[in-house]
């Protein structure tokens, strides 16, 4: 049986089976667990605390531990219900605190994070796709979501489940989405097919990163402009917000809890404040709003510190009306944020970019007013807080006036050398000058001084060359004096010293060697710009031509009266079109 007969070799029935994903995911939904988990262990401790240090406890230990989880809920933006209430109607609780937002989206986010970094594909392990991974964390987020709700429905305050149904899971994919985007190195695409082509050719232009910057940096500055006013109206009515704080316990334990309460919706307070200086204001139940044009309504107010720093109820004042300058400086910003750093950008890109940005911080304000409010309860405390829309539309409005014109403005004056630069090329051409197009005189200027180094400074004014007169050596002059010989270069206007001359033996006559009428009359032949070359008197005799150096260095003359000069090195190459002038510097 020859090879060509022999069975070909097959592959083992039982092929080595493809790792298991399991360990992997199960990792994964453990991680979103203990995220939901450190959530509500880090509430019930603070509230555990606080229910031992009131002299007062309602409730036992249990009671605690539900309204923990109520208030987990609460951070999710879930409404809770309050029933023991004076008139015996319940009474929902919808304004969430926005500071207690930060705590489980960041451990949510690190979870997906985490996740997404734990299979490297070292040792046989599979990494696991990013959908898998946000799958898998939010599969053991929301389980211990579920549990809590359930929870907290036997406490004082429990939550509403259609509200809790949709605000923790919105909470959770928010959040694992950012953290499954950031441990894939924060790509912009491609994204899914099932995404419309339009939208991902657009996520990838660097317009739309730009719009989202600049929109992004005047949500923040309205938000601190925000901030600004909530600082300084509550530095001007110090005495009314003390008397509030104090006014409501006299327990250091319910004081702590107050001040607590304050800081979490100190980010409610600058969205409110933010609102405020757009104009659209907000509202303070029973039909009442605060806006700077006026404080008009009856406000049915709960006893609180930070709304004890409202403005005063009448028509607005100049002082309040001033509050518009923070919505112009977020404009400003916008604006500034908006301009692109390359040059072949045009004018108009800019412009809309800059529209993009305005729209960007106007849907951040309008979210950030839609999550800072809500019902403190029913009938005429329904409704608290800022309109969204109205907020929105403001933050949209009053960033797009200043904006556009700045990121144009700023635009021009960026790009002004390069404008200049192309018109003069314009002009050149239109004129037909080609040395001057380009750019061309600049770069070859700053070749030829590169290549010569420190032979070709800055350029001056170009010396007036003087002839020099042969003169006979005097008794004033010593014998080994030396002279100064000096290169003129005529194209470039630049003296450059050359090699001294050696001084003359003892006894022997000096001569200054200057160039002849003959080599004058060369000069145009070789190519070498005219200069001033001196000439003789009339009627003198012409001089006659220097003698060339000997090349066996002997220093014998071919001439009588010559004095011998021995040949010397050159210390730098020669020069084009150079002539050497002799002038005589006085000894001593």
């Known amino acids: 049986m020859t090879d060509r007969d022999a069975p070909l070799p097959t592959a083992p029935r039982h092929a080595a089976p493809r790792r298991n994903r399991s360990p992997e995911a199960a990792a994964c939904v453990f991680g979103g667990a203990v995220a939901a988990g450190l959530g509500l262990g880090f509430l019930a401790v603070l509230v555990i605390v606080l229910w031992i240090s009131s002299p007062y406890p309602d409730s036992g230990p249990g009671g605690a531990l539900h309204l923990a989880a109520g208030l987990w809920l609460l951070a999710h933006g879930t409404e809770l219900v309050r029933y023991d209430t004076l008139s015996g109607v319940p009474a929902p609780v919808g304004v969430t605190p926005l500071l207690l937002i930060a705590l489980p989206a960041l451990l949510m986010r690190r979870a997906a994070r985490l996740g997404s970094a734990s299979g490297d594909g ?23 979501g579920c549990l809590a709700t359930v929870y907290a429905a036997g406490g004082p305050m429990p939550a509403d489940p259609l509200s809790a149904a949709w605000h923790v899971p919105l909470v959770a994919v928010l959040a694992a989405a950012a953290g499954v985007w950031a441990a894939k190195g924060r790509p912009l695409g491609p994204l899914p ?32 402009g925000g901030a600004l006013l909530v600082g300084l109206s509550l530095a001007w009515h110090g005495k009314e917000v003390e008397e509030a704080f104090l006014a409501l316990t006299g327990v250091w334990s319910g004081r702590f809890a ?10 409610n307070a600058m969205v409110w404040g933010a609102a405020y200086a757009l104009g659209p204001g907000f509202a303070l139940g029973g039909g009442a709003s605060a806006t700077p044009l006026g404080f008009e309504g009856a406000p049915a107010l709960p006893r609180f510190p930070l709304l004890a720093a409202l403005p005063p109820e009448g028509p607005g004042t100049a002082l309040t009306c001033a509050t518009a300058v923070l919505p112009v400086v977020a404009g400003l910003v916008v604006g500034w944020f908006a301009v692109r750093r390359a040059r072949e950008v045009r004018r108009a890109e800019t412009a809309l970019t800059a529209a993009l940005g305005a729209l960007v911080c106007g849907l951040l304000m309008a979210g950030l007013a839609a999550v800072s409010g809500g019902p403190l309860g029913s009938g005429r405390l329904a409704e608290f807080g800022p309109v969204w829309w109205a907020t929105g539309a403001a933050a949209f409005a009053w960033t797009l006036v200043p904006a556009v014109p700045l990121a144009v403005a700023v635009h021009s004056w960026r790009t002004r050398p390069v404008r200049k630069a192309a018109e003069a090329e314009e002009e050149a051409l239109a004129a037909g000058d080609e040395w001057h197009t380009g750019g061309g005189r600049e770069v070859r200027w700053e070749a030829l001084r590169r290549t010569a180094g420190t032979l070709v400074p800055d350029l001056g004014p170009e010396p007036t060359a003087q002839p020099a007169e042969p003169s006979a050596p005097s008794a004033d002059t010593p014998s080994g004096g030396r002279s100064r010989r000096l290169t003129v270069v005529r194209g470039l206007g630049i003296g450059l010293p050359a090699v001294p001359a050696r001084p003359a033996p003892e006894g022997a006559a000096r001569e200054d060697r200057a160039p002849t009428a003959a080599a004058a009359a060369s000069a145009p032949a070789a190519g070498l710009p005219p200069g001033p070359f001196p000439q003789p008197p009339a009627g003198a005799p012409a001089p006659a031509p220097a003698p060339a150096p000997d ?10 009266g010559a004095v011998p000069v021995p040949a010397a090195r050159p210390l730098a190459p020669p020069v084009a079109g150079a002539r050497v002038l002799a002038r005589r510097r006085p000894a001593g």
């Open 122 to 144: 070292s040792d046989g392990d599979e990494v696991l796709p990013a959908s898998v991974v946000f799958s898998a964390v939010l599969c053991g987020y929301l389980g211990v």
């Open 193 to 224: 097919r099932w995404v419309p082509e339009a939208l991902r050719r657009a996520v990838v232009r660097p317009r739309y990163a730009v719009a989202v910057r600049a929109g992004t940096a005047g949500a923040l500055s309205l938000a601190g």
């Open 258 to 267: 107050v001040l607590l309460l304050a800081l979490a919706l100190l980010p």
């Open 551 to 560: 090349p066996a260095g002997a220093g014998a003359a071919s001439a009588p």
